[in-house]
């Protein structure tokens, strides 16, 4: 099976900065997009962003500007590095991937047990 594993949560002060790691193991033959959503609490979890196997990348209009993707591909992992960080950015982050096990399989999502970010004002 495929194994998500976060790191890098924590308590921040506004307009200060962090990395979100998440890596990826197990039998993996291709991950075609890995990448972060968040869910605040009464709120809906949405995609902040994601990065391709060709290095595509994809994010929320809200944090385009403060964040960057970018991924290992040697060691499966993505990092999320996030700037100017804001009470709204609070949140339980997850790492979630598209994976393809093996050349004759299908891909599937496999999602994260998830990070807390906590911004303070």
């Known amino acids: 099976q495929v194994q998500l594993v976060e790191s890098g949560g924590g308590l921040v002060q506004a307009g200060g900065s962090l990395t979100l790691s998440c890596a990826a193991s197990g039998r993996i033959f291709r991950i075609n997009a890995i990448g972060w959503y968040r869910q605040a609490p009464g709120s809906q979890r949405e995609l902040v962003a994601s990065?391709?196997?060709?290095?595509?990348?994809n994010s929320a209009d809200s944090v385009k500007d403060r964040i960057t993707i970018s991924r290992d591909n040697a060691k499966n992992t993505v990092y999320l590095q996030m700037n100017s960080l804001n009470p709204e950015d609070t949140a339980v982050y997850y790492c979630n991937a598209d994976v393809q096990l093996n050349r004759f399989t299908s891909s599937r999502g496999y999602w994260g047990q998830g990070t807390q970010v906590t911004v303070s004002s």
């Open positions: 990065i391709t196997s060709g290095g595509n990348t």
